[in-house]
């Protein structure tokens, strides 16, 4: 799937992907400019090829009440904080070939868009805190778990750059959810384990 992104033109200090990162022929940079002596670069089109979850971290919580008559539950507050990142793939021999000042250049640019697409800007913290109120049934352990994901995304961003089309591929890790699950303790005497039992948070 493409996702389009409009042409434009924008100064050095522009933030969007779809605008030129560098200044046309008719307004050169100046001496001082980083830029000067690179070829005009547009970036075209963002292709994502994947979205797949990734785990962060999991927390868990053994309830035991083997030995109980009445329903057990216990409640926790959790807290996780995460970082958004994207990078370029500068292992490839598409990206090598660009010199390194010009890839940092480009990194940043893609960088801010890919930012925009996902609501969030690269390198920002993320933190979420969740309430939960457990409860196992008598003669019962079983063993919950909190488990904190974020989602990777593997892309390519088209680029013309002199007047050729090359294709630069990225990694992006952002967002920040958790599920609750609950699995049978090997302790426990009772039936199977449910996914999801007696598990509310707020």
Not at 145 to 171: D, N
Not at 176 to 201: R, Y
């Amino acid at each position: 799937m493409y996702q389009l992104i409009p042409y434009g033109i924008s100064s050095f200090v522009g933030y969007l992907l779809g605008k030129k990162l560098f200044v046309s022929e008719d307004q050169p940079p100046s001496d001082a400019s980083p830029l000067r002596g690179h070829p005009s670069i547009q970036i075209v089109a963002e292709q994502i090829l994947t979205e797949d979850p990734v785990v962060l971290a999991t927390e868990e919580i053994p309830l035991d009440n083997r030995f109980g008559n009445k329903l057990l539950s216990s409640e926790h507050e959790f807290a996780r904080t995460a970082t958004v990142a994207m990078k370029l793939d500068r292992g490839s021999k598409l990206v090598s070939d660009f010199k390194s000042s010009l890839l940092d250049f480009l990194e940043t640019r893609t960088q801010l868009e890919l930012g925009k697409s996902i609501g969030v800007s690269a390198g920002a913290e993320i933190t979420r805190r969740i309430r939960l109120k457990f409860a196992v049934d008598p003669g019962r352990f079983v063993l919950y778990r909190v488990v904190w994901k974020q989602t990777s995304r593997r892309g390519i961003f088209e680029i013309m750059a002199g007047g050729k089309m090359v294709e630069v591929p990225y990694l992006a890790t952002y967002g920040l959810t958790h599920v609750v699950e609950s699995v049978q303790h090997p302790a426990d005497p009772g039936g199977p384990g449910l996914k999801g039992n007696e598990a509310d948070w707020e």
